[in-house]
T-cell receptor, first 112, second 115 residues
Framework: EPEVTQTPSHQVTQMGQEVILRCVPI?????FYWYRQILGQKVEFLVS????????KSEIFDDQFSVERPDGSNFTLKIRSTKLEDSAMYFC??????????FGPGTRLTVL | GENVEQHPSTLSVQEGDSAVIKCTYS??????FPWYKQELGKGPQLIID?????GEKKDQRIAVTLNKTAKHFSLHITETQPEDSAVYFC??????????????FGQGTTLQVKP
Protein backbone atom coordinates (compact mmCIF):
# COMPACT_ATOMS: atom_id res chain seq x y z
CA GLU A 1 0.00 0.00 0.00
CA PRO A 2 1.47 3.41 -0.96
CA GLU A 3 2.68 5.53 1.94
CA VAL A 4 3.94 9.02 2.56
CA THR A 5 7.59 8.92 3.56
CA GLN A 6 9.62 11.54 5.40
CA THR A 7 13.32 12.07 5.99
CA PRO A 8 15.09 12.40 8.29
CA SER A 9 13.21 10.78 11.14
CA HIS A 10 15.07 12.99 13.62
CA GLN A 11 16.93 16.24 13.00
CA VAL A 12 18.96 18.04 15.63
CA THR A 13 20.12 21.55 14.84
CA GLN A 14 21.52 24.63 16.48
CA MET A 15 19.35 27.70 16.88
CA GLY A 16 19.71 30.00 13.88
CA GLN A 17 20.58 27.19 11.47
CA GLU A 18 18.59 26.29 8.38
CA VAL A 19 16.87 22.93 8.12
CA ILE A 20 15.14 21.19 5.27
CA LEU A 21 12.60 18.50 5.98
CA ARG A 22 11.82 16.18 3.13
CA CYS A 23 8.69 14.32 2.16
CA VAL A 24 7.74 12.00 -0.65
CA PRO A 25 3.95 12.12 -1.03
CA ILE A 26 1.91 9.29 -2.49
CA UNK A 27 2.55 9.37 -6.21
CA UNK A 28 -0.84 10.22 -7.69
CA UNK A 29 -1.81 12.73 -5.02
CA UNK A 30 -2.36 16.36 -5.90
CA UNK A 31 -2.63 18.18 -2.55
CA PHE A 32 0.20 18.44 -0.07
CA TYR A 33 0.34 19.66 3.48
CA TRP A 34 2.68 20.28 6.37
CA TYR A 35 1.52 20.07 9.97
CA ARG A 36 3.42 20.20 13.20
CA GLN A 37 2.85 18.82 16.68
CA ILE A 38 4.62 20.33 19.64
CA LEU A 39 5.06 17.74 22.39
CA GLY A 40 1.81 17.23 24.25
CA GLN A 41 -0.16 19.61 22.05
CA LYS A 42 -2.55 19.45 19.11
CA VAL A 43 -1.53 18.76 15.57
CA GLU A 44 -1.44 22.21 13.91
CA PHE A 45 -1.80 23.10 10.26
CA LEU A 46 1.13 24.95 8.70
CA VAL A 47 0.60 25.11 4.95
CA SER A 48 -1.20 23.54 2.03
CA UNK A 49 0.17 23.29 -1.49
CA UNK A 50 -1.61 22.61 -4.76
CA UNK A 51 -0.79 23.11 -8.40
CA UNK A 52 2.77 24.18 -7.54
CA UNK A 53 1.80 26.98 -5.24
CA UNK A 54 0.79 27.62 -1.67
CA UNK A 55 -2.98 27.43 -1.26
CA UNK A 56 -3.18 28.47 2.35
CA LYS A 57 -0.83 29.07 5.23
CA SER A 58 -1.33 29.53 8.95
CA GLU A 59 -0.06 32.32 11.17
CA ILE A 60 2.75 30.01 12.24
CA PHE A 61 4.04 29.85 8.66
CA ASP A 62 5.91 33.14 8.65
CA ASP A 63 8.75 34.35 6.44
CA GLN A 64 11.14 31.86 8.03
CA PHE A 65 9.24 28.99 6.45
CA SER A 66 9.05 27.99 2.83
CA VAL A 67 7.88 24.96 0.87
CA GLU A 68 8.94 23.62 -2.45
CA ARG A 69 8.17 20.77 -4.79
CA PRO A 70 11.46 20.71 -6.67
CA ASP A 71 10.63 17.70 -8.81
CA GLY A 72 7.73 15.36 -9.40
CA SER A 73 8.17 13.44 -6.19
CA ASN A 74 9.62 15.48 -3.33
CA PHE A 75 7.92 18.08 -1.17
CA THR A 76 10.15 20.02 1.20
CA LEU A 77 9.72 22.33 4.16
CA LYS A 78 12.56 24.75 4.84
CA ILE A 79 13.05 26.70 8.03
CA ARG A 80 15.63 29.40 7.38
CA SER A 81 16.69 30.34 10.88
CA THR A 82 15.44 27.91 13.46
CA LYS A 83 14.25 29.01 16.88
CA LEU A 84 13.92 26.98 20.05
CA GLU A 85 10.13 27.04 19.69
CA ASP A 86 10.37 25.34 16.30
CA SER A 87 11.15 22.09 18.11
CA ALA A 88 8.28 19.75 17.24
CA MET A 89 7.21 16.77 15.17
CA TYR A 90 6.62 17.85 11.59
CA PHE A 91 4.18 15.79 9.54
CA CYS A 92 3.77 15.83 5.81
CA UNK A 93 0.42 14.76 4.38
CA UNK A 94 -0.91 14.24 0.89
CA UNK A 95 -4.35 13.85 -0.59
CA UNK A 96 -5.77 12.73 -3.94
CA UNK A 97 -8.60 15.22 -3.52
CA UNK A 98 -9.26 17.85 -0.91
CA UNK A 99 -10.66 15.40 1.62
CA UNK A 100 -8.76 12.32 2.80
CA UNK A 101 -5.28 13.24 3.96
CA UNK A 102 -2.63 10.61 4.49
CA PHE A 103 0.16 11.40 6.89
CA GLY A 104 3.80 10.43 6.90
CA PRO A 105 5.63 9.15 9.99
CA GLY A 106 6.98 12.59 10.85
CA THR A 107 10.33 14.24 11.44
CA ARG A 108 11.24 15.11 14.99
CA LEU A 109 13.05 18.47 14.92
CA THR A 110 15.09 19.40 17.97
CA VAL A 111 16.51 22.92 18.10
CA LEU A 112 19.26 23.43 20.67
CA GLY B 1 -11.59 30.42 13.11
CA GLU B 2 -12.55 26.78 13.49
CA ASN B 3 -11.97 25.15 16.85
CA VAL B 4 -12.31 21.48 17.71
CA GLU B 5 -12.66 20.24 21.26
CA GLN B 6 -12.17 16.56 22.12
CA HIS B 7 -13.07 14.58 25.23
CA PRO B 8 -11.95 12.71 27.19
CA SER B 9 -8.20 13.29 27.15
CA THR B 10 -7.60 9.78 28.47
CA LEU B 11 -9.80 6.70 28.40
CA SER B 12 -9.14 3.32 29.93
CA VAL B 13 -11.37 0.33 29.14
CA GLN B 14 -11.28 -3.41 29.61
CA GLU B 15 -10.72 -5.57 26.57
CA GLY B 16 -14.05 -6.31 24.95
CA ASP B 17 -15.74 -3.17 26.23
CA SER B 18 -16.77 -0.25 24.03
CA ALA B 19 -14.99 3.10 23.86
CA VAL B 20 -16.55 6.41 22.88
CA ILE B 21 -14.67 9.61 22.09
CA LYS B 22 -16.53 12.85 21.49
CA CYS B 23 -15.67 16.02 19.60
CA THR B 24 -17.38 19.33 19.05
CA TYR B 25 -16.61 21.87 16.36
CA SER B 26 -17.36 25.54 16.05
CA UNK B 27 -17.61 26.26 12.32
CA UNK B 28 -21.01 25.21 11.00
CA UNK B 29 -19.60 25.29 7.45
CA UNK B 30 -17.26 22.37 8.16
CA UNK B 31 -18.27 19.40 6.05
CA UNK B 32 -15.70 16.65 6.54
CA PHE B 33 -14.70 14.94 9.77
CA PRO B 34 -11.88 12.37 9.84
CA TRP B 35 -10.58 10.35 12.74
CA TYR B 36 -6.92 9.44 13.09
CA LYS B 37 -5.13 6.84 15.18
CA GLN B 38 -1.57 7.60 16.22
CA GLU B 39 0.63 4.87 17.61
CA LEU B 40 3.84 5.66 19.43
CA GLY B 41 6.52 6.95 17.08
CA LYS B 42 4.25 6.95 14.05
CA GLY B 43 2.25 9.47 12.10
CA PRO B 44 -1.54 9.80 12.35
CA GLN B 45 -3.32 7.05 10.45
CA LEU B 46 -6.74 7.75 8.94
CA ILE B 47 -9.16 5.16 10.31
CA ILE B 48 -12.59 6.48 9.37
CA ASP B 49 -14.20 9.67 8.16
CA UNK B 50 -17.65 11.10 7.69
CA UNK B 51 -19.07 13.81 5.50
CA UNK B 52 -21.75 16.25 6.53
CA UNK B 53 -24.40 14.69 4.32
CA UNK B 54 -24.27 11.46 6.36
CA GLY B 55 -25.30 10.91 9.98
CA GLU B 56 -23.48 7.67 10.68
CA LYS B 57 -20.81 5.48 9.14
CA LYS B 58 -19.56 2.10 10.23
CA ASP B 59 -16.50 0.04 9.36
CA GLN B 60 -16.31 -3.26 11.23
CA ARG B 61 -15.74 -2.41 14.92
CA ILE B 62 -15.48 1.34 14.31
CA ALA B 63 -18.36 3.74 13.82
CA VAL B 64 -18.65 7.49 13.66
CA THR B 65 -21.78 9.56 14.22
CA LEU B 66 -22.37 13.18 13.30
CA ASN B 67 -24.92 15.61 14.67
CA LYS B 68 -24.74 18.72 12.49
CA THR B 69 -27.31 20.61 14.51
CA ALA B 70 -25.37 20.21 17.71
CA LYS B 71 -22.01 20.39 15.90
CA HIS B 72 -20.61 17.28 17.46
CA PHE B 73 -19.33 13.95 16.24
CA SER B 74 -18.24 10.81 18.00
CA LEU B 75 -16.06 7.76 17.47
CA HIS B 76 -17.33 4.43 18.74
CA ILE B 77 -15.07 1.41 19.03
CA THR B 78 -16.78 -1.85 19.97
CA GLU B 79 -15.19 -5.05 21.26
CA THR B 80 -11.97 -3.24 22.02
CA GLN B 81 -8.67 -5.09 21.74
CA PRO B 82 -5.24 -4.28 23.22
CA GLU B 83 -4.02 -3.24 19.76
CA ASP B 84 -6.62 -0.47 19.78
CA SER B 85 -4.48 1.27 22.42
CA ALA B 86 -3.23 4.50 20.87
CA VAL B 87 -3.90 8.23 20.70
CA TYR B 88 -7.00 9.09 18.69
CA PHE B 89 -7.53 12.48 17.07
CA CYS B 90 -10.68 13.92 15.62
CA UNK B 91 -10.47 16.67 13.04
CA UNK B 92 -12.73 18.96 11.08
CA UNK B 93 -12.16 20.26 7.63
CA UNK B 94 -12.47 24.00 7.44
CA UNK B 95 -13.59 25.65 4.24
CA UNK B 96 -11.05 28.27 3.28
CA UNK B 97 -11.51 30.40 0.26
CA UNK B 98 -8.74 28.48 -1.47
CA UNK B 99 -10.81 25.28 -1.29
CA UNK B 100 -7.94 23.13 -0.07
CA UNK B 101 -9.19 21.94 3.23
CA UNK B 102 -6.82 22.28 6.11
CA UNK B 103 -7.69 20.00 9.01
CA UNK B 104 -8.28 21.40 12.48
CA PHE B 105 -7.48 18.79 15.08
CA GLY B 106 -8.81 18.03 18.52
CA GLN B 107 -6.49 17.63 21.46
CA GLY B 108 -6.33 13.85 21.22
CA THR B 109 -7.54 11.00 23.43
CA THR B 110 -5.16 8.41 24.81
CA LEU B 111 -7.03 5.12 24.78
CA GLN B 112 -5.74 2.27 26.90
CA VAL B 113 -7.30 -1.15 26.48
CA LYS B 114 -6.46 -3.42 29.38
CA PRO B 115 -6.22 -7.15 28.63
Amino acid sequence: EPEVTQTPSHQVTQMGQEVILRCVPISNHLYFYWYRQILGQKVEFLVSFYNNEISEKSEIFDDQFSVERPDGSNFTLKIRSTKLEDSAMYFCASSPSDNEQFFGPGTRLTVL
Amino acid sequence: GENVEQHPSTLSVQEGDSAVIKCTYSDSASNYFPWYKQELGKGPQLIIDIRSNVGEKKDQRIAVTLNKTAKHFSLHITETQPEDSAVYFCAARALPSSNTGKLIFGQGTTLQVKP
